[in-house]
């Protein structure tokens, strides 16, 4: 059951359904880990901001841009953007890293989303 805001990450979550991860439950876990951030932001109060540290994911070789579905996700709710500063790149978890071409490099990322209510 998605809705309309959840456009960038549908197709992630498609995907994730069509491979074989170590959990079934992981498409479920992404969807709820998205709602519950969502119903987070929304307890601002006009003219306050929201400072969040996420770090992007990576789970059978699909990556997920946590810090770009949920910028989109607060813009598409009126919030404005301020901006997403790379804070650090991470290594990939084992599990990713399997999946991955030989010796090609996709580091995942730490990022600070500033947001404006």
Partial sequence: MW???WRMIDPILKKMCEVKLW???LPEMVQSYFADLTQGIR???KGGKAWIAVST???GGIEIPVDLILADIAT?????L???HVLRNMRAAGQHWAFLEPRSSHPL???LIVLKR
């Fill in 82 to 84: 301020e901006g997403i």
């Fill in 3 to 5: 809705r309309a805001f």
């Fill in 57 to 59: 994911s990576a789970y």
């Fill in 109 to 111: 990322r730490e990022s």
């Fill in 76 to 80: 598409s709710r009126g919030w404005k």
């Fill in 43 to 45: 307890v601002i109060h």
């Fill in 23 to 25: 959990s079934a439950r």
